[in-house]
């Protein structure tokens, strides 16, 4: 009987090098049974495919009323919610490595309250929060969570701050908790009706005055439909981007989607929305199968490279629209095409996740002398509204701020591969010009850009935008140095590049 183990040992080995994956289960049954050698158990485990998995959930993120609804110049308090703010995640395995996504509805969200929700995860999840892409839509008719209240020199997050970390962490541990076995795939649609650059050469120097004094090269949100227009100064993207998750069976789970519109708008004041982004993320199971009694399927819209871009077409006069009107005709719109994309792709029972981050100091742009004296001077002679830019006092004090503030500012860059499809994430409201340039040089065969992630600091204008001026340049709007878009490009396509040979 000695010879017995021996037998079996060779006899499961060359069972195991030509069984069909089918019987793998079947032959590591018998080796338990059988008490055979450990390298054999060992071989068989080793064959065994690995499981890809996915799950998905949402978290209301709607803030109380009276809080200061931000996005733009005027910040009325929050006096009713037209629908719920959430934070939607998605996780992803592919038995290996597991990365998540949480997209909050918010117009910017600072880095400190992301970084407070990956302690949390951390210590609460199984989730490395190295892995997990944070960011915000960018609707306009959110409050705001930008509060930056020190005690003793510490940052404190204020109550709204709290309750964002505490549900972005909730989000991804529920998202974890319902994983289950999924086939993935992905795919894009151009859609360039919805999308417009708003940044424009104009005819009339009047309409090029900054808060600095000076007169730029172009004009951001020039009057529709006016005889002084030129051109565009910049591109769009028209891509939406989208990723989709299946059950086994078939089911949809989620789709995450990426589109390069800033936002809509069209709320009410005192209006609390989600904008096309919660409207899109709302519409779209119906239209791929999703079970309509179910809550399980989450959709989600993620904001592009949308900085210099929104949804005016400025050769057309000013049209009057309900309030929602646009809002809903864009999310139907976008819903309709990629429900007609979705048809077309292929889902994988697996593909590779990897993912990376590197964090870059940037150089933060200081006043010269010359503005710093240019806003002293509107200050000593209390000079009227009608005789400069009427934002001048607005930039003044921020100009004032920036001269006081620190030299340099850390971002998290981050970087991922699904299969043969890249994700980067900036947190800049980003130009279009940068997201296409990135999809071009990219090592993957698709790529999409997801902005405002993992902290919210501004506008990133490219050099080349720079030189021509504009709302999006000004010192105060944008805050870092005048390559940076260069350099975070550089940074994230060398990441692209470093888990593609791993």
Not at 41 to 63: D, L
Not at 279 to 301: C, L, N, T, W, Y
Not at 379 to 398: E, F, M
Not at 445 to 466: C, K, M, R, V, W
Request: glycine residues 8%; neutral net charge; proline residues 6%.
């Amino acid at each position: 009987m000695k010879g017995v183990p021996m037998m079996c040992d060779r006899f499961m080995t060359i069972f195991f090098l030509r069984c069909p994956q089918r019987m793998i289960q079947f032959s590591l049954l018998i080796a338990v049974a059988f008490g055979l050698p450990n390298a054999v158990r060992s071989q068989v485990n080793a064959a065994e495919p690995a499981v890809f998995r996915a799950g998905a959930a949402k978290v209301k993120i709607t803030p109380p009323l009276g809080l200061e609804i931000v996005g733009n110049w005027n910040r009325p308090p929050a006096t009713h919610i037209h629908d719920d703010l959430h934070v939607r995640c998605l996780a992803l395995s592919d038995g290996t490595t597991t990365i998540a996504f949480a997209i909050c509805d918010n117009v910017g969200i600072p880095r400190d309250v992301f970084d407070a929700a990956r302690k949390l995860i951390d210590s609460e999840t199984d989730v490395p929060s190295a892995n997990v892409l944070m960011s915000a839509t960018h609707t306009h008719s959110a409050v705001s969570a930008r509060a930056d209240r020190k005690v003793d020199g510490v940052l404190i997050l204020d109550s709204y701050q709290s309750l964002l970390a505490r549900r972005i962490a909730d989000g991804i541990a529920s998202a974890v908790a319902k994983m289950q076995p999924a086939k993935i795939g992905w795919g894009g649609v151009n859609e360039a009706s919805e999308v417009h650059n708003r940044r424009w050469y104009v005819k009339d120097e009047k309409l090029l005055t900054n808060p600095f004094g000076g007169v730029d090269k172009v004009r951001m949100n020039p009057p529709r439909g006016s005889d002084k227009l030129v051109e565009p100064a910049g591109p769009i993207d028209p891509e939406v981007s989208f990723l989709s998750v299946q059950s086994l069976d078939g089911k949809p789970i989620a789709l995450l989607a990426n589109y390069s519109l800033h936002y809509v708008g069209g709320v009410p004041s005192g209006d609390v929305s989600a904008d096309y982004f919660g409207a899109f993320a709302e519409k779209i199971g119906k239209r791929i199968g999703a079970d309509a009694e179910s809550e399980s399927f989450v959709g989600i819209m993620t904001n592009g490279t949308s900085g210099d871009v929104n949804n005016i077409a400025f050769r057309e006069k000013s049209a009057k629209h309900e309030p929602y009107q646009r809002i809903n005709e864009v999310s139907n719109l976008i819903v309709q095409r990629v429900a007609d994309a979705y048809k077309e792709i292929k889902h994988h029972e697996w593909v590779s996740l990897s993912a990376a981050s590197q964090e870059l100091e940037l150089q933060m742009r200081k006043p010269d002398p010359e503005m710093m004296r240019y806003f002293a001077s509107l200050q000593d002679a209390g000079q009227s509204p009608a005789n400069v830019h009427r934002l001048a006092s607005i930039y003044g004090d921020r100009v004032s701020k920036i001269a006081e503030g620190p030299e340099t500012s850390s971002i998290l860059l981050q970087a991922f591969r699904i299969g043969d499809l890249g994700i980067v994430a900036i947190p800049f409201e980003v130009f279009a010009e940068t997201g296409l340039d990135l999809k071009k040089r990219s090592p993957t065969s698709d790529t999409f850009t997801i902005e405002l992630a993992n902290g919210s600091y501004g506008y990133l204008p490219t050099p080349a935008q720079h030189k021509l001026g504009g709302y999006e340049t000004w010192l105060g709007t944008n805050r870092v140095q005048l390559d940076a878009s260069d350099r975070i490009s550089d940074v994230l396509l060398s990441l692209l590049d470093q888990m593609g040979q791993k």
